[in-house]
């Protein structure tokens, strides 16, 4: 039995063109762009997209426009993560009445959650799914990780369909593959941090959940596939690529928005999307915008 997400899925931006108002031309130019890139399907709603500084009005709205353009073409994953799990169920009951094919959750953040307490949020809301759920491990923001012994939990819990894991631990991530392997044959290992998509493959991963797949989605995807296919020549030489548009557009500001930053600019200046910003989070300053549009052009994609 195959993995049922496997790929290149881009945590999709947000594209926005002011506060709480979605950029709908820009979204459907976005759809479109990633999926003549040849990815495996769309995460709406995940870090990438801004999810937790957007209204509860927006995001339902997001989901409705990004189901609508997919139209089928792909798998529409929908992150759920929020700090109220009434809250969580009620964005999974949208994306379902949308036509998404899966749903996605950290552990709640503000509050850190212990083990046994983060076991018994998922629990709770599983019941409430009518969509298939993915787990989605980011310790840098929600300040835990799933543990083995919740992870062998979830492997037991059908409508658990996989882990995406942006720890940035090859290490965890090899052991959670490992744990599965026999048991859930059809569970899907996404990796978060685009630097080790080929290092994941090689571990047995299924893909990556990417941001810079906003920009560039077909060297993700020929990075995904020269390591599935075992091609390390040409796994190393995609690498040393998405290496280099890492460190060109992600280190062009200063704090941990950077990196939405540069993709949204670099999208804006590509004449995708308007590079409007959630807030507390603000657009780059023109000189910065400058920085963005001289590196892609050393990078050989402003168009």
């Not at 500084?53 to 990004?66: A, D, M």
């Not at 075992?230 to 796994?235: F, I, P, R």
């Not at 999307?273 to 990078?299: G, K, W, Y």
């Amino acid at each position: 039995m195959n993995p049922r997400y496997q790929g290149i899925i881009p945590p999709m931006i947000t594209p926005l063109s002011g506060r709480d108002t979605l950029d709908s031309a820009g979204l459907e130019r976005l759809v479109e762009r990633l999926i003549r890139g040849g990815v495996s399907g769309i995460f709406a709603l995940g870090t990438t997209g801004e999810a937790p500084s957007l209204s509860y009005r927006l995001r339902r709205e997001l989901i409705e426009q990004t189901c609508r353009l997919a139209a089928g073409r792909v798998p529409v994953l929908v992150g759920i993560t929020d700090t109220s799990l009434v809250e969580s169920a009620a964005l999974a009951a949208h994306a379902a009445t949308c036509g998404a094919d899966a749903v996605v959750t950290s552990a709640p953040f503000y509050f850190p959650a212990g083990q046994p307490e983060l076991r018994e949020f998922i629990e709770e809301l599983l019941p409430e799914l009518e969509l298939p759920l993915m787990l989605y491990n980011m310790p840098a923001l929600t300040k835990t990780s799933f543990s083995a012994e919740v992870v062998e939990w979830a492997l037991d819990q059908e409508s658990i369909v996989g882990l995406k894991d942006s720890s940035g631990d090859l290490v965890y991530f090899r052991r959670m593959r490992r744990l599965a392997a026999s048991q859930r044959p059809d569970w899907s290992f996404l990796v978060g941090p685009e630097e080790l998509l080929a290092e994941s493959v090689l571990l047995g991963g299924h893909g990556g959940i990417n941001g810079g797949a906003n920009l560039h989605p077909a060297l993700y995807v020929a990075l995904y596939e020269a390591a599935r296919s075992g091609d390390l020549q040409l796994a190393r030489d995609l690498s040393a690529r998405v290496m280099d548009l890492s460190e060109s557009i992600y280190r062009v500001g200063r704090h941990g928005s950077a990196i939405i930053k540069g993709l949204k600019c670099s999208l804006s200046i590509l004449g995708v999307c308007d590079d409007f910003m959630a807030a507390p989070f603000h657009r780059f300053h023109p000189t910065e915008r400058e920085t963005i549009r001289a590196r892609l052009h050393e990078l050989g994609i402003c168009e």
